[in-house]
């Protein structure tokens, strides 16, 4: 994740994912070696992966053979990332002060997280650690709704939610050349219990006043016993369409 200017509305949210890192390591999807492989140019050698949470992008790109330096500012978040990616390159530093030198990286990477960041200040830093005709890949594992156990599911978690889902296409400035967009469809499975995990590890559900949380989850619990798609199952299909953004430096 980034750091947040403390005095927005969402600043807390963005530096709640460290108590929950375990669960999101255990619970969010990776990301389909497609969707990498399109937002990363081939001739690239050096990436960085920028706010990289626990690793999910990061692995991926490590297994296309890429040079990966993961930046992540939550200590908890990146302890989880060196544990699941060993040999990593990965520091402590946010979108709004990448730690790297100008230049550095043949690709900028970003999944899950550019709502997060000021964005006035990470597209300086962006273009700086870039080389000349570098490439900006944003990233979102977005779960499939049309699936109506999945719609009920995002129902229960963002119940009380004050910010809107916000996975669209990042805003740009005339740094960059044209936005391209491609979608990757796929399935993430998991253990039936960890549909309770993958709703703890949300920042609207870490946040919560205890009770609170718990009645959420138990909702959770309730919807795997019950609804006929999922009661009785030990594994889970979790639809998502991976959305890709991509363009680069002029």
Same mark, same amino acid.
């Given at each position: 994740?980034?750091?947040?200017?403390?005095s927005?509305?969402?600043?807390?949210?963005?530096?709640?994912f460290?108590?929950?890192?375990?669960?999101?390591?255990?619970?969010?999807?990776?990301?389909?070696?497609?969707?990498?492989?399109? *937002?990363?140019?081939?001739?690239?050698?050096?990436?960085?992966?920028?706010?990289?949470?626990t690793g999910? *992008?990061?692995?991926?790109?490590?297994?296309?053979?890429?040079?990966?330096?993961?930046?992540?500012?939550?200590?908890?978040?990146?302890s989880? *990332?060196?544990?699941?990616?060993?040999?990593?390159h990965?520091?402590?530093?946010?979108?709004?002060?990448?730690?790297?030198?100008?230049?550095?990286?043949?690709?900028?990477?970003?999944?899950?997280?550019?709502?997060?960041?000021?964005?006035?200040?990470?597209?300086?830093?962006?273009?700086?650690?870039?080389?000349?005709?570098?490439?900006?890949?944003?990233?979102?594992?977005?779960?499939?709704?049309?699936?109506?156990?999945?719609?009920?599911?995002?129902?229960?978690?963002?119940?009380?939610?004050?910010?809107?889902?916000?996975?669209?296409?990042?805003?740009?400035?005339?740094?960059?050349?044209?936005?391209?967009?491609?979608?990757?469809?796929?399935?993430?499975?998991?253990?039936?219990?960890?549909?309770?995990?993958?709703?703890?590890?949300?920042?609207?559900?870490?946040?919560?006043?205890?009770?609170?949380?718990?009645?959420?989850?138990?909702?959770?619990?309730?919807?795997?016993?019950?609804?006929?798609?999922?009661?009785?199952?030990?594994?889970?299909?979790?639809?998502?369409?991976?959305?890709?953004?991509?363009?680069?430096?002029?």
């Amino acid at each position: 994740m980034s750091t947040p200017d403390p005095s927005e509305p969402s600043a807390a949210r963005a530096r709640s994912f460290g108590r929950g890192a375990d669960a999101y390591r255990r619970s969010r999807p990776t990301y389909p070696a497609d969707a990498a492989r399109w *937002l990363v140019p081939s001739t690239a050698r050096r990436v960085l992966d920028l706010a990289a949470g626990t690793g999910k *992008l990061t692995e991926r790109l490590v297994e296309l053979g890429f040079d990966v330096t993961a930046v992540e500012p939550d200590d908890g978040m990146r302890s989880e *990332l060196v544990a699941a990616v060993p040999g990593v390159h990965a520091l402590a530093g946010s979108a709004e002060a990448i730690p790297l030198t100008g230049d550095a990286v043949d690709a900028v990477v970003v999944a899950q997280a550019w709502h997060w960041f000021d964005v006035g200040r990470t597209l300086p830093e962006i273009e700086r650690v870039l080389r000349p005709g570098g490439r900006l890949g944003v990233v979102w594992n977005v779960r499939d709704h049309r699936v109506p156990w999945v719609e009920e599911f995002t129902r229960i978690i963002h119940r009380g939610d004050s910010l809107d889902p916000l996975h669209g296409e990042p805003v740009l400035d005339g740094r960059f050349g044209p936005l391209e967009h491609t979608t990757v469809p796929w399935v993430h499975r998991i253990p039936a219990a960890d549909l309770r995990t993958l709703a703890a590890s949300r920042s609207h559900t870490l946040t919560l006043p205890p009770a609170d949380r718990d009645r959420l989850l138990d909702d959770v619990d309730e919807l795997t016993r019950t609804h006929p798609d999922l009661a009785g199952r030990a594994e889970i299909e979790v639809p998502y369409r991976t959305e890709c953004w991509r363009a680069d430096l002029r």
